[in-house]
């Protein structure tokens, strides 16, 4: 996502072009402030969800109390309780009844852990990487664009915050352009089959052990489905439980996420795959509406594969225990649902277009999103702050300044979707996140590009990299996409990441980064 009159600062007057828009409203367009408006609702939606998840844990002070007392009985009392008990049945009965029904309650209750045991990222071969000028290059030869666009594709890629190491599909480099269904599918098998091999080879899990499995990609979606392409490329058993979910936008890895994670509660003793991509080859727009062109200058080659799991045997040797996931869907509004909108231009060319609403559509669903998950990670000390003064401000109707939590005492490393620079920008001005904290996302944007939903393993394989990983350490993952959607993913490390052990894309050149990107600056036509 980006926005894109924040990188079209031009004026234009063709038939084609963006509308000219005054610099007030190309303020007015920027992420609003979402941490300084908050409705109740979302506060007692984030309440709601700490209680009825966490049922379980009001039960274990009352088993320990239980268990301590009885500790404490010696033979004598356990005698003259039987004694007691041997004359009474209606006693016998309750107490029998209760132990059963708290016992009961408990395990029924009590979610199932879901452990992260690894995760493998795709990095393409060195002969599908695009620098900008290859890009202007090609989509100049291609013979589709006119010389007005042209230009401002070069303005988009100068600020979008992507450096000149990110990949194409080779239909797309390719003279003349081969967008095609075996080009496609060729793609999407690089791209899922390369994350899984280095995923299996990870974790010594073999394909047969994998019972749930989980696809994701937004814009492509083959018949039989890319799920079938991966059953019958590794030979997965027949009763695998498979997904493909199609047209959910770059927030669809973390809808992954959460599908396994409740899949894995009623299923024990299962592992689950989950491979998150997009496909560049059939979605490449050959026209020159400038809304859809946004889309091929961010958009670039890339995939991830995670394997989860709720064996307790496998806590030991998994990276990550899964905490919470929070989803957002903002769809039910007609602005939210058609401000990422894949249509036919005037020239009937299929493209995908940003609205000029993207920008406060965004800022409506992350700050839904952040005030649902806020009471189920923020220290106490922070809730009770944020709680009292919203509580003044909207009941009590008092003037006084409304406090903003601090989310860097919840979570020690953010990864959030490296869909475009100007949010990123924004975010991190919102969450009062330091370069440090923001360092994932803009490196990824910079040497991936937006790999779309799989670009939150890229950000996380960043900080592993840099071996910033430490045992009992918190990350949040937040991504949004199109419907308007926006998901949040909470992980703890469970153990101390050592890079030297690790084996991901960033590794063989982490320390050439972080690189300088210079800030953008917005010039008035």
């Known amino acids: 996502m980006v926005d894109e009159k924040k990188l079209n600062p031009q004026t234009e007057t063709k038939t084609n072009s963006a509308p000219v828009e005054s610099p007030p409203e190309r303020r007015n367009n920027n992420l609003p402030n979402f941490l300084l408006s908050v409705r109740l609702k979302y506060v007692k939606l984030g309440y709601h969800y700490l209680i009825t998840h966490a049922m379980y844990l009001l039960l274990t002070p009352l088993l320990g109390v239980v268990s301590v007392h009885v500790s404490t009985l010696t033979v004598d009392d356990l005698v003259q309780l039987w004694n007691h008990l041997k004359f009474n049945l209606v006693s016998v009965i309750l107490c029998s009844a209760l132990m059963v029904f708290l016992a009961t309650l408990y395990f029924m209750s009590r979610p199932k852990r879901v452990y992260l045991v690894n995760f493998a990222c795709y990095k393409p071969e060195p002969a599908r990487m695009c620098t900008r000028e290859i890009f202007i290059e090609r989509s100049r030869q291609a013979g589709a664009f006119t010389e007005e666009n042209l230009a401002f594709q070069k303005k988009i890629l100068e600020r979008s915050g992507l450096g000149q190491k990110t990949y194409f599909p080779e239909a797309i480099l390719s003279l003349p352009p081969n967008p095609c269904m075996a080009e496609a599918r060729k793609e999407a098998e690089m791209v899922m089959f390369g994350a899984i091999d280095q995923l299996l080879e990870k974790t010594g899990v073999k394909a047969k052990d994998i019972g749930i499995l989980v696809v994701n990609c937004s814009l492509f979606n083959p018949t039989p489905s890319l799920s079938a392409m991966i059953v019958n490329h590794y030979k997965l058993r027949g009763n695998i439980l498979s997904y493909n979910l199609g047209g959910m936008g770059c927030s ?49 080659m890339g995939g991830a594969a995670v394997l989860l799991s709720n064996r307790s045997s496998d806590r030991r040797r998994s990276k990550y225990q899964l905490i919470h996931t929070v989803r957002t869907h903002k769809g039910a509004d007609d602005k939210c649902y058609s401000c990422v909108f894949q249509e036919e231009d005037e020239t009937k060319r299929i493209g995908v277009a940003l609205s000029k609403d993207l920008m406060a559509v965004a800022g409506e669903a992350l700050k839904t999103n952040i005030t649902t998950l806020g009471p189920l990670v923020l220290p106490m000390s922070e809730q009770l702050l944020f709680f009292a003064t919203l509580v003044a401000r909207k009941i009590f109707k008092m003037k006084i300044k409304p406090y903003i939590p601090d989310f860097k005492l919840a979570f020690e490393h953010f990864c959030i979707h490296a869909g475009g620079r100007a949010v990123l920008d924004e975010l991190e001005k919102n969450l009062d996140l330091s370069e440090w904290h923001m360092e994932p996302s803009r490196m990824t944007l910079n040497r991936f590009g937006n790999t779309s939903s799989s670009s939150l393993w890229y950000e996380l394989a960043y900080t592993e990299a840099k071996g910033r990983i430490r045992k009992g350490d918190r990350t949040w993952q937040i991504a949004f996409g199109s419907g308007f959607k926006c998901n949040s993913a909470v992980w703890r490390a469970l153990k101390t990441i050592n890079p030297a052990k690790e084996k991901n894309p960033w590794m063989d050149e982490i320390d050439e980064f972080p690189v300088h990107v210079p800030k953008v600056t917005t010039i008035n036509s």
């Open 252 to 300: 669809a890895g973390l809808i992954s996420i959460d599908l396994a994670r409740q899949l894995l509660q009623v299923h024990p003793n299962s592992y689950a795959l989950v491979v998150s991509m997009e496909n560049i080859t059939l979605n490449w727009y050959f026209g020159n509406n400038r809304s859809m062109l946004v889309s091929n200058c961010l958009f670039r």
